[in-house]
């Protein structure tokens, strides 16, 4: 961002903020004025990625280099994430919907192609249950039910909440190696040591105290009764190829209109880019 100073006979500074789509920069949100990291590329329809617990910006670089020269490509650290503001309250998905909405606003975005990876769905969620779905064109969900835990033979969930009893645990008593864990889990390509040496590092950007109130949060949240707005406008549910025929019956249910997509891992958009990105786009320019 460049800043243009224009100094006056009453000493007073006025500050321009010139936005220039390809540069990096800090947006001020909220009603606690923090400041959120975007990374914002290309001209054309808007596409907004929001990343997953702990995850950040840059974990979308193949969908950044891919569309950006057909439409614009934004992607954020949340709040407490990346190069974000750190702050001891609003980790809640609650307050990154309010952020999200603050930087709608600050960059004048319309008809947006929202996309939500993991818990970045749970920012959706809340983002279309306080905001409605106005200034959206498409909703993508990757990967991600609208309730963490639950009856798993009935409901579209992870699981239980003795399946993440243990889980919790782990990540209280050890932060680095639970971290360490995720990434096991959402790769399923072998990976070289130096890659997951950064995403580790960029993970370990969220302190932990942010990392394990999101986590709590998404624990105790239900979505499902935000599902009458999501349908009026375009869904697409992009999940695991194990997960596909669970989530396939359950939208017929909850979601008839939406469309679902079977995906190799929890991450394909970086392990699969070419693919998911293909498929992305497909679902943005209504082809079969």
Partial sequence: MMILIKKTTTLFLFF?????HGQDRFIQVGS???????????????????????????????QQSYFKDNYRVIAYDPRGQGKSSKTSNGNTY?????????????M???????????????????????????NLSHLVFIDEPPKWIGNVEEEWVYGT??????????????YDAYLDGIVDWMLVEDFEDDEKEWMLNQMKMTPKDVAISLYIDGLTSDYNDVFH????????????????????????????????????????????????????????????
């Avoid at 321009?16 to 220039?20: E, L, P, Y």
């Avoid at 909440?161 to 050890?174: A, M, N, P, Q, T």
Wanted: some cysteine; aromatic content about 14%; glycine content about 8%.
């Fill in 16 to 20: 321009i903020a010139v936005i220039t």
């Fill in 32 to 62: 606690d004025s923090i400041s959120i990291f975007v990374e914002d590329v290309g001209q054309g329809r808007a596409f907004v990625f929001i990343p997953g617990w702990t995850m950040t910006s840059k974990f979308f670089k193949n």
């Fill in 94 to 106: 609650a307050t990154h919907a309010d952020d999200l909405d603050g930087i709608i606003k600050a």
């Fill in 108 to 134: 004048g975005l319309k008809d947006v192609v929202l996309v939500g990876w993991s818990s970045g769905c749970a920012t959706m969620y809340e983002y279309v249950k306080r905001y409605g779905t106005e």
């Fill in 161 to 174: 909440f003795e399946d993440y009893r243990g889980s919790l645990k782990s990540l209280i008593g050890g």
């Fill in 229 to 288: 707005k999501l349908n009026e406008v375009p869904m697409l549910f992009m999940v695991r190829e194990s997960w596909y025929p669970q989530v396939k019956e359950w939208l017929k249910i909850n979601a008839a209109g939406a469309k679902i997509e079977a995906i190799q891992s929890h991450a394909a958009f970086w392990e699969y880019s070419d693919s998911f990105n293909a498929m992305l786009e497909s679902f943005v320019l209504d082809k079969p």
